[in-house]
């Protein structure tokens, strides 16, 4: 027997009631916001990384000005063989900022840390991605040469040869991002 509130309802509303949304138009709505946060985080790594190739090149900038006033100062930059280049932001720590205790730059600071980070042992300065900045440098090569650079986002650099020369064609330098005398 039915109960006498339910001869009160319309047939209509019981069957197919109107205040919720189906189970398509939720999927939709999923999948539309699926596609614009796939386009925004597109943007935003875009962004991320011309912000670090931003940073990187003043980061360089302010390097290479530490570099002509050291070379103003001593007549020469500070000399590091290029198949050492990895340590070559231990000769920029040692010879730019003063940390020489020991040698022609001890007490002499041609840059100030502000800004720049510095590896967790301190005898690194490290690019926007991470990883030591790259220099070379020796008196054999050309007056006036320095070779400075950020091995960018894939960290691969193959350096310059004897004569302070880079192949910027070679595919593991496309990305990086130079600097030199």
Same mark, same amino acid.
């Given at each position: 027997?039915?109960?006498?509130?339910?001869?009160?309802? $319309?047939? =209509?509303?019981?069957?197919?009631?109107? *205040?919720?949304?189906?189970?398509?138009? #939720? %999927?939709?709505?999923?999948?539309?916001?699926?596609?614009? =946060?796939?386009? %925004?985080?597109?943007?935003?790594?875009?962004?991320? !990384?011309? @912000?670090?190739?931003?940073?990187?090149?003043? &980061?360089?900038?302010?390097?290479?000005?530490?570099? &002509?006033?050291?070379? $103003?100062?001593?007549?020469?930059?500070? &000399?590091?063989?290029? *198949?050492?280049?990895?340590? @070559?932001?231990?000769?920029?720590?040692?010879?730019?900022?003063?940390?020489?205790?020991?040698?022609?730059? =001890?007490?002499?600071?041609?840059?100030?840390?502000?800004?720049? %980070?510095?590896?967790?042992?301190?005898?690194?300065?490290? *690019?926007?991605? @991470?990883?030591?900045?790259?220099?070379? #440098?020796?008196?054999?090569?050309?007056?006036?040469?320095?070779?400075?650079?950020?091995?960018?986002? !894939?960290?691969?650099?193959?350096?310059?040869?004897?004569?302070?020369? #880079? !192949?910027?064609?070679?595919?593991?330098?496309? *990305?990086?991002?130079?600097?030199?005398?």
């Amino acid at each position: 027997m039915r109960k006498p509130v339910d001869l009160l309802m $319309d047939e =209509s509303r019981r069957a197919y009631p109107l *205040d919720g949304f189906t189970l398509l138009e #939720c %999927v939709m709505v999923i999948g539309l916001m699926l596609i614009v =946060s796939g386009i %925004v985080w597109g943007a935003f790594n875009f962004a991320m !990384d011309r @912000g670090r190739r931003v940073e990187a090149e003043a &980061e360089l900038g302010m390097l290479s000005h530490a570099l &002509e006033r050291y070379r $103003d100062h001593f007549g020469a930059y500070p &000399e590091s063989p290029p *198949d050492e280049r990895m340590r @070559g932001s231990e000769v920029l720590i040692r010879e730019l900022m003063g940390d020489s205790l020991s040698g022609r730059a =001890s007490g002499f600071s041609a840059i100030r840390p502000d800004g720049l %980070v510095f590896s967790p042992d301190g005898r690194a300065i490290l *690019d926007p991605w @991470g990883r030591p900045y790259l220099y070379a #440098c020796l008196p054999t090569w050309p007056t006036g040469r320095f070779w400075l650079v950020s091995a960018g986002p !894939d960290g691969l650099s193959t350096g310059p040869d004897a004569r302070g020369r #880079c !192949d910027w064609e070679t595919p593991d330098n496309r *990305d990086d991002i130079f600097s030199g005398g």
